[in-house]
């Protein structure tokens, strides 16, 4: 069974900076793209990030030059470096694995549980 776990949410002052990790485990032999979503109260999930397995990234706009994704694929771990945070960065942010393979599946999707990112004023 993979499984994605999240770290590193927390509480924030704005100009301030956090660092998100998530570990995929599981039998895993491969994984295509990794990225992070999030969703702040009352609206939708939204792509924050994501880099594939050869490291093209892509972001939202909101956060280019701000937020960094980078991945260590033999750790099959994917971390979010998040500067000069904003209070709408507030939200739960969800790491998304996608294409996934292992001995039991061949592109599978997976998210993790959600660690919440509270930028304060």
């Known amino acids: 069974q993979v499984q994605l776990v999240e770290s590193g949410g927390g509480l924030v002052q704005a100009g301030g900076s956090l660092r998100l990790s998530c570990a995929a485990s599981?039998?895993?032999?491969?994984?295509?793209?990794m990225g992070w979503y999030r969703q702040a109260p009352g609206k939708q999930r939204e792509l924050v990030a994501a880099?594939?397995?050869?490291?093209?990234?892509n972001y939202v706009d909101s956060v280019k030059g701000r937020f960094t994704i980078s991945r260590a694929n033999a750790k099959n771990t994917v971390y979010l470096q998040m500067n000069s945070l904003k209070p709408e960065d507030t939200a739960v942010y969800y790491c998304?694995?996608?294409?996934?393979?292992?001995?039991?599946?061949?592109?599978?999707?997976?998210w993790g549980q959600g660690t919440q990112v509270i930028v304060s004023s």
């Open positions: 998304n694995a996608k294409g996934v393979s292992t001995a039991q599946t061949m592109a599978g999707d997976y």
């Open positions: 599981g039998n895993i032999f491969s994984i295509n793209a």
């Open positions: 880099i594939t397995s050869g490291g093209s990234t």
